[in-house]
């Protein structure tokens, strides 16, 4: 008989009894399930709720069940529905009565928001790590290339000489905001929601706040019935992964683009590409590829849990079983993603020669040509006037800006000197480029540097948060 099935007098169909079962994915919430139980088990037994003999017989139990799952001699049952009667079923089978007091001043509700509040505090701990040795890569990769010169763009169109490590720095910028999302995160999860019953609260004397420190949460719910209803750490958790893949969508789109044989400027390492089953000369960014395809499915996840909540009324409703999926797939997918880009920017080659090359024979300088004009006192729009001729001037005759002589240059205006030469090297529009946050060296360096200091605090972030998720996990040993 189900553990509801007192009011019933038929069987479930069995088609209602697949479709309405979650144990299929909430199983991997065994851990959290059981740490949870452990938490409020121990606490009714400090309330005088249950007997010690039982509380401890409850945590014994516990503790079994679990190395049965560690060791893949639990088998989940599609008729108990979910992880939590799995393990309460299974745990009443072994010890008997005992076991059928844990659920006492409990409701599935809160033990379900319960469990996916640390397994995300969990996994959110796990990805931080991995988003620092992304960001660990990027400035490695930055240092190891600071001289390299390339082609900035807009519109994909040549514009500015850059260090191709002030582009490399511009992604960890952008992952630096993902782990501010991601410290967000966390702080939306760090509320314990146990105690909240099936909406209203219950009518034994519980002790939340003393589950919470069991537990190592930093606050508690206000409303019991926002408590078993708030998915919004979920949200933003999605959120948080949604924004990190749409960066990494962009890093990736850049790769196939460089490591194409029209651009030519990095070569992913052969462990990282794969190759055509008919043409034999291919090598090919499948995991670019797969990490930009892949972004689609986590703005679905973001999109289907935010349309899942937008109509339903207080409290639990079972649409909300639909918050897990998403979150697992999202975190399965982001942590391949994250630990493939750190090795792959370890490894990849990059040709700056060729770079460099490309410079030579663009006018990527244009714009400094005409801030020279502009610094000797012609109107900006004027000098911009003077260089778009002098560009025009040098495609009829097929050369370069830099190719072109003192006197035919003088001929478009009298304010060029001797010295013109030397600020159209490349090397000097990289180096002029001083503003605080500009592509000159020094602005670079200070770009790392700063980044360093970043990546040790987030260090120091990443181990209050494991040391609050190792002390949980603390309680089934
Ligand atoms: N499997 C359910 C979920 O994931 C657990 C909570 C069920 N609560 C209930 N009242 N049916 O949401």
Redesign the pocket.
């Known amino acids: 008989m189900k553990l509801w099935g007192g009011r019933f007098t038929k069987a479930t169909d069995k088609n209602v009894e697949a479709f309405n079962?979650?144990?299929q994915f909430?199983c991997r919430m065994y851990a959290e399930d059981i740490c949870g139980s452990i938490a409020h088990a121990t606490m009714l037994a400090r309330q005088g709720i249950i007997s010690d003999a039982d509380k401890d017989a409850i945590v014994n139990g516990l503790k079994q069940i679990f190395e049965q799952i560690e060791h893949d001699e639990f088998e989940f049952s599609i008729e108990l529905?979910?992880?939590?009667m799995n393990i309460e079923k299974r745990l009443t089978d072994a010890i008997g009565e005992a076991g059928k007091r844990l659920h006492t001043g409990r409701?599935?509700?809160d033990?379900?928001a319960l469990d996916?509040h640390l397994y995300l505090r969990r996994e959110i701990a796990d990805v931080a790590g991995l988003l620092i040795q992304l960001q660990q890569s990027i400035v490695k990769a930055a240092e190891k290339y600071s001289d390299v010169i390339m082609p900035g763009y807009t519109h994909l169109q040549r514009a500015q000489p850059i260090l191709f490590s002030h582009h490399l720095m511009a992604y960890f910028s952008m992952l630096s905001r993902d782990f501010e999302h991601l410290q967000f995160a966390w702080n939306m999860a760090d509320r314990m929601p146990l105690g909240a019953g099936?909406l209203a609260g219950t009518t034994y004397p519980l002790d939340q706040p003393y589950v919470a420190d069991v537990l190592h949460f930093g606050k508690l719910y206000d409303n019991s019935m926002d408590a078993v209803s708030d998915r919004d750490y979920i949200i933003v958790f999605l959120e948080f992964a949604a924004v990190l893949m749409m960066h990494l969508s962009r890093l990736s789109e850049e790769f196939i683009l460089w490591s194409s044989s029209e651009f030519k400027f990095i070569e992913l390492d052969d462990s990282h590409c794969t190759g055509s089953s008919i043409m034999p000369q291919k090598k090919n960014p499948d995991i670019c590829e797969l990490v930009r395809g892949k972004t689609g499915r986590f703005y679905g996840h973001l999109m289907a849990v935010l349309t899942m909540m937008k109509g339903i009324p207080m409290a639990?409703d079972?649409d909300?079983?639909e918050?897990?999926e998403g979150v697992f797939d999202a975190i399965d997918n982001l942590k391949f993603a994250l630990t493939i880009y750190a090795a792959m920017i370890d490894k990849m080659t990059v040709n700056g020669k060729h770079m460099r090359d490309v410079l030579e024979k663009d006018f990527s300088n244009a714009t400094d040509m005409a801030d020279y004009l502009a610094k000797k006192g012609l109107p900006f729009r004027e000098a911009h006037a003077v260089v778009g001729k002098a560009v025009h001037y040098c495609i009829e005759h097929g050369k370069v800006l830099q190719q072109l002589s003192l006197e035919e240059l003088q001929a478009m205006s009298p304010l060029f000197e001797q010295d013109i030469h030397h600020y159209l090297d490349i090397e000097t529009c990289v180096a002029q480029r001083r503003t605080y946050n500009g592509t000159a060296p020094e602005s670079v360096a200070r770009q790392i540097a700063s980044g360093k200091a970043v990546v040790t605090g987030e260090e120091g972030q990443l181990q209050s948060w494991n040391s609050v998720v190792s002390s949980v996990y603390e309680l089934i040993k």
């Open positions: 079962a979650s144990i909430d529905e979910d992880i939590h409701s599935r509700n033990q379900v996916t099936a639990y079972k909300m079983q918050d897990k």
